[in-house]
């Protein structure tokens, strides 16, 4: 059985950074793809972040792009996602969610979720 955990939230002022980190458990195989998901109040959840764990491809969301980065330790089974430029913006709930195969995620699999606030 697949299980998620975040860890990493937290408050952060604006132009400021933030680290997320997932945890996985239950893969069988390298053949899945992982990343993040947020949801902001009264906005629908954004797709933002994949890493192919096969081949170690990436995919970010326009919104994101160049301000965010996925990376993965392969000994921990961990994603993590260094945020950075930080805008109020992107205040919202963050998600890990894996899937079996590859990116884009379609989110089979779901973390509890971390708060993530951008403020001064």
């Known amino acids: 059985q697949v299980h998620l955990v975040e860890s990493g939230g937290g408050l952060v002022q604006p132009g400021g950074s933030l680290r997320l980190t997932c945890v996985a458990s239950?893969?069988?195989?390298?053949?899945?793809?992982i990343g993040w998901f947020r949801q902001a109040p009264g906005k629908e959840r954004e797709r933002i972040s994949c890493?192919?764990?096969?081949?170690?491809?990436?995919y970010y969301a326009d919104s994101v792009n160049g301000r965010f980065t996925t990376t993965r330790d392969n000994a921990k089974n961990t994603v993590s996602l260094q945020m950075s430029s930080l805008k109020p913006e992107d205040t919202a709930v963050y998600y890990c969610?894996?899937?079996?195969?590859?990116?884009?995620?379609?989110?089979?699999?779901w973390g509890q979720g971390t708060q993530v606030t951008v403020s001064s």
């Open positions: 969610a894996a899937d079996w195969g590859v990116c884009p995620l379609l989110g089979d699999y």
């Open positions: 239950g893969f069988t195989d390298a053949n899945y793809a």
């Open positions: 890493l192919s764990w096969s081949d170690g491809s990436t």
